[in-house]
């Protein structure tokens, strides 16, 4: 009994771990996925630079990217990536090159979280956000590049 109640104290005094995934709901894939996806629908990629622990993530995602506009906009619009900015996990690049998560957060200098970055489908940087995010945050960001797009297109 002394042991169960040792436990159950445990768990009461831990404390909460703060957990940055991809945002529940939102068709998030890995960097190499969403690239290929980004190519062949020519979408831009939006990629979530994100790691475990990050508070700023969290807040994002719950403060952000729980609306139901944004979550129309970015599915609708982008091929999304979700890329632990920390993490050791290998994927290829359209070029065969492989390399890890980290590596990818390096080369898009991705050296805080969280770090926003739409990509061409060449991979090519155009905009770029850091930091916690509103929704009206995100919600401008889509505009403006999909205004950027239209005028492109005329």
């Known amino acids: 009994m002394k042991l169960l109640s040792l436990l159950f104290f445990g768990f009461l005094i831990q404390p909460t771990l703060s957990v940055a995934d991809a945002p529940k709901g939102y068709p998030?894939?890995?960097?190499?996925?969403?690239?290929?996806?980004?190519?062949?629908?020519?979408?831009?990629?939006?990629?979530?630079?994100?790691?475990?622990?990050?508070?700023?993530?969290?807040?994002?995602?719950?403060?952000?990217?729980?609306?139901?506009?944004?979550?129309?906009?970015?599915?609708?619009h982008y091929a999304l990536a979700y890329v632990d900015a920390e993490s050791g996990k290998r994927l290829r690049l359209p070029s065969g090159e492989r390399i890890t998560e980290r590596d990818l957060g390096t080369r898009y200098d991705a050296l805080v979280t969280p770090v926003f970055t739409f990509l061409n489908p060449n991979g090519e940087s155009?905009?770029?956000?850091?930091?916690?995010?509103?929704?009206?945050?995100?919600?401008?960001?889509?505009?403006?590049?999909?205004?950027a797009l239209a005028k492109a297109r005329q």
């Open 28 to 76: 998030f894939q890995s960097f190499d996925e969403a690239m290929t996806q980004s190519q062949q629908e020519s979408k831009l990629l939006f990629v979530y630079f994100g790691r475990y622990g990050c508070g700023y993530c969290e807040k994002t995602n719950q403060e952000a990217f729980i609306d139901p506009e944004v979550k129309r906009r970015y599915s609708e």
């Open 126 to 147: 155009v905009y770029r956000m850091v930091g916690v995010q509103r929704i009206e945050d995100l919600i401008e960001a889509d505009s403006k590049i999909q205004s």
